[in-house]
């Protein structure tokens, strides 16, 4: 460093190029990572930058980009109260900052005026990519997004649209695994908790458990399949009322981990969390530690985060390759609530 830190006050590129004894043109070449500067020089340059806490205005530096990059992501999830969305976001966040992008993030709480205003907020900003979630099969403002030439990779939910990339769970088949495990157990009665099914993610899962009930030969009751369970609240109010039926399930496919949680208060106020079984789509925090614990299928947030960035990233970097669907795997977990066999029979 070679010359003394300035007076308080906001810094400028001249403050800083000052502090690290090199040029304006040399400090910002290194802010927007641009060649022919040498890495002591460069370290120097960001060594000065923290220590003035200069904020770099990534907006206007994009305008003397020769590619106009902002080097911003936009990321929408479906709710920041789900641990599911929290580790993707973590993962994208992640996956930029090494990159040495910065990442907008928001949450629509499956709200499609939500989503629609975040995406264009996003637009607004000059963001040189996005990852979304989306809670309709066809988003209005797609149009927008492509005249604009932006790239979108789509997460967990994908809309109908072929030409776009997207990262979600196997959905369907890892509802049936889930359900087919509840069956091999000795269950022929089972309850499907699910959201609402114009989410894509909620009519695959109910797919999936028809796929398994189909497979098994045994008939569809409509009596016990409850959908449209926005929160947890409605979801142990819904399988309160079904545990009082007469005729009442011996185990439930809970498609979604916020419903798993509703289920498991109905059982426990119900006094049936040893009597009947439980499956849930998605792991939960703590899902080991409760007795018994609770059965899941788990779906890999951090790979479905992980390859998004890395579409977008190579999608900035000029990947001009056909979209591509990618489905990640999901893991059935048998911790305990999906073992109990229905009352009267012994485990096969």
Do not use: C
Not at 93 to 115: C, H, I, L, P
């Amino acid at each position: 460093m070679s010359a003394p830190i300035p007076p308080r006050g906001r810094a400028t590129m001249k403050d800083v190029a000052a502090l690290a004894g090199a040029g304006v043109k040399t400090v910002s070449r290194v802010i927007n990572n641009e060649p022919n500067v040498t890495p002591a020089m460069a370290e120097r340059v960001w060594d000065a930058v923290r220590e003035l806490d200069y904020q770099v205005d990534l907006q206007a530096g994009s305008l003397r980009r020769a590619d106009g990059r902002t080097r911003t992501l936009g990321l929408l999830v479906g709710s920041v109260d789900n641990p599911f969305a929290g580790v993707i976001h973590r993962t994208v966040e992640d996956a930029a900052a090494e990159r040495g992008v910065a990442v907008f993030a928001a949450s629509m709480d499956d709200d499609a005026r939500r989503e629609s205003d975040a995406v264009r907020t996003f637009l607004q900003r000059r963001v040189d990519g996005l990852i979304l979630t989306t809670a309709v099969s066809h988003p209005e403002y797609l149009g927008l997004i492509r005249d604009r030439g932006v790239p979108v990779v789509y997460v967990d939910r994908e809309p109908e649209e072929s030409d776009l990339d997207t990262v979600a769970s196997a959905n369907r088949e890892g509802a049936e695994i889930g359900t087919a495990h509840l069956i091999a157990h000795g269950h022929r009665r089972i309850a499907l908790l699910a959201d609402r099914l114009e989410l894509v993610t909620a009519s695959q899962r109910r797919d999936g458990y028809l796929d398994a009930l189909a497979a098994a030969g045994i008939p569809v009751a409509e009596d016990i399949i409850v959908t449209e369970l926005a929160d947890a609240e409605a979801a142990a109010t819904a399988l309160a009322v079904l545990l009082a039926q007469p005729d009442p399930p011996t185990a439930v496919f809970s498609a979604q981990n916020i419903i798993t949680i509703g289920a498991l208060h109905a059982l426990r106020g119900a006094g049936l969390s040893q009597s009947v079984a439980l499956v849930g789509f998605d792991d939960l925090p703590l899902a080991d530690l409760v007795e018994p614990g609770v059965t899941v299928v788990a779906q890999d947030p951090n790979r479905i985060g992980m390859l998004a960035a890395e579409r977008i990233f190579a999608r900035l970097e000029g990947d001009d390759s056909a979209p591509n669907r990618m489905r990640v795997p999901t893991t059935l977990i048998p911790r305990g609530t999906g073992e109990i066999a229905p009352r009267g029979r012994s485990l096969p």
